[in-house]
């Protein structure tokens, strides 16, 4: 048996997608257990490529199981246009292979409304949202006032729920100046919607625990990152989820005793969408270099991403906090080039060294990064297949985040394709 869960270790986009599709060869069942269609993973399969938002990545292959669980916040809009985008492209997504929690929270159109609306009333102080609804989705989820998937399952209740909360989102939304929603348009919608999602609804805790308790192997794929974590993250510029592999747990209904290992996903430099502290930031001609040779653009708002060198204090830091077991080291291909490459082994905070990531912005800010400077490699390094065929350069630094860590470093990704990585051994 192995529950394996595999999140990103940065300020996400570090390559979760491809890694989850490279490891679902061997799972039987993925699952998502946080976040929503603010994600954008990417999977290159042969000559195609896929940009999955919501869907597990494991739904490229026919023979997986893949679920989504009860942690995440599910737009049901985005998930039938991101059903009709697979299909379009041959990828089969029949309730065989997909399954939906039924205590799932759901996006509603006031959500994505809201989240437009505080953006702009936050004015300079704005997070830099993907405007996917996600914050306000996860807000009325603790507020008490969300819609389940079973709650749309039960004509009456949904009723309801949708009438008490147009209402009160009506309100908050005329007092920001934004337009109001029509009861009887948004029911009709979602109820639509309900009939179509019907066959794919299940207590999927169960099914997790049943798969496990078979001795199945099951993925757990984080979205987003580390340091976007509501608790552990840069607040207030993060996620409105827990990110880290704690989040597994309450995200899908699985016992902590039933998770076997944490993959930390890692990009071999760092990088960030929207605001927030970034203390290893690259604001001259080698962070627009590295933009432009990793493609660093959002696949969910198509910004650009901030680029800067890699962060070995966020990487301890995202080791210790989810209990990792190993690092995937992504994207070192994309430092080929370079003559010398930086990594950051701490921060000089007054006349203190810190080698952990301190939660108050005010004392990040002040933080400067203390830097170990690397000879770089070329770009054969992504014709690599395995670890002795890498640059004795490229392993050096491989070597020294092992060690800053205390983690060992399973994969190494060489590529955006399938067959561009390295396994040095198996989970
Ligand atoms: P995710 O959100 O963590 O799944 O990552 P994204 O898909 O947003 O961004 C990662 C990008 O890097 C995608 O375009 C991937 O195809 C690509 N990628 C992943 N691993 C590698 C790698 O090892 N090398 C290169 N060059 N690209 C990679
Ligand atoms: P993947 O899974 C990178 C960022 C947004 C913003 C903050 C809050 O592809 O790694 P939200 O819409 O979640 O309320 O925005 O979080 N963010 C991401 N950044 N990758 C992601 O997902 C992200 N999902 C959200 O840019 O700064
Ligand atoms: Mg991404």
């Given at each position: 048996m192995s529950a394996f869960v595999v999140l990103g270790a940065q300020w996400g986009d570090e390559g979760k997608g491809k890694m989850t599709d490279y490891l679902a060869e061997k799972a039987d069942v993925v699952v998502r257990f946080q976040g929503g269609n603010n994600a954008g993973h990417t999977v290159e399969v042969g000559e195609k490529q896929y940009k999955l938002h919501l869907i597990?990545?494991?739904?490229?292959y026919d023979n997986k199981l893949n679920i989504i669980g009860n942690g995440v916040v599910l737009d049901p809009k985005a998930m039938f246009e991101e059903i009709d985008y697979l299909e379009g492209l041959g990828v089969e997504v029949t309730p065989e292979k997909l399954l939906i929690s039924d205590r799932t929270q759901v996006i509603m159109p006031y959500h994505r409304i809201l989240d437009g609306l505080k953006e702009r009333a936050r004015g300079k102080n704005d997070i830099g949202t993907t405007g996917k609804g996600i914050g306000p989705c996860y807000t009325d989820k603790a507020e008490r006032s969300g819609i389940r998937v079973c709650d749309l399952m039960h004509e009456k209740e949904f009723e309801e729920k949708?009438?008490?909360n147009i209402e009160d989102k009506n309100a908050i939304i005329s007092l920001y100046g934004g337009e109001t929603l029509?009861?009887?348009t948004v029911y009709n919608e979602y109820m639509a919607y309900a009939e179509r999602m019907r066959p794919y609804v299940q207590d999927t805790s169960v099914t997790i625990y049943d798969e496990i308790k078979a001795n199945k192997n099951v993925l757990f794929e984080g979205a987003q990152g580390s340091l976007l974590d509501i608790d552990y993250g840069t607040y207030p510029?993060?996620?409105s989820s827990n990110t880290v592999a704690g989040g597994v747990c309450t995200g899908t209904g699985v016992g902590p005793t039933m998770i076997t290992n944490a993959v930390g996903i890692a990009k071999a430099y760092t990088t960030r969408v929207g605001k927030g502290p970034?203390?290893?930031e690259l604001n001259d001609e080698i962070g627009d270099w590295i933009r432009e040779k990793g493609h660093e653009y959002g696949v969910t708002t198509g910004r650009s991403r901030r680029c800067g060198w890699l962060d070995l204090v966020i990487l301890k830091s995202t080791a210790r906090v989810s209990g990792l077991t190993s690092f995937a080291v992504t994207k070192i291909d994309t430092l080929g080039g370079l003559e010398k490459i930086k990594m950051c082994t701490g921060y000089k905070l007054g006349d203190k060294v810190i080698d952990y990531f301190p939660a108050s912005l005010e004392d990040l800010a002040k933080?400067?990064?203390i830097y170990e400077e690397f000879d770089g490699?070329?770009?054969?390094?992504a014709d690599a297949r395995s670890y002795d065929e890498l640059p004795k350069n490229a392993k050096a630094y491989l070597n020294r985040i092992a060690e800053f860590t205390g983690t060992r470093i399973s994969i190494i990704g060489v590529g955006p394709k399938r067959d561009q990585t390295i396994t040095i051994d198996e989970l």
């Open positions: 597990p990545s494991g739904i490229l949708l009438r008490k029509d009861y009887d510029y993060v996620t970034f203390p290893t933080c400067e990064p490699w070329d770009d054969s390094v």
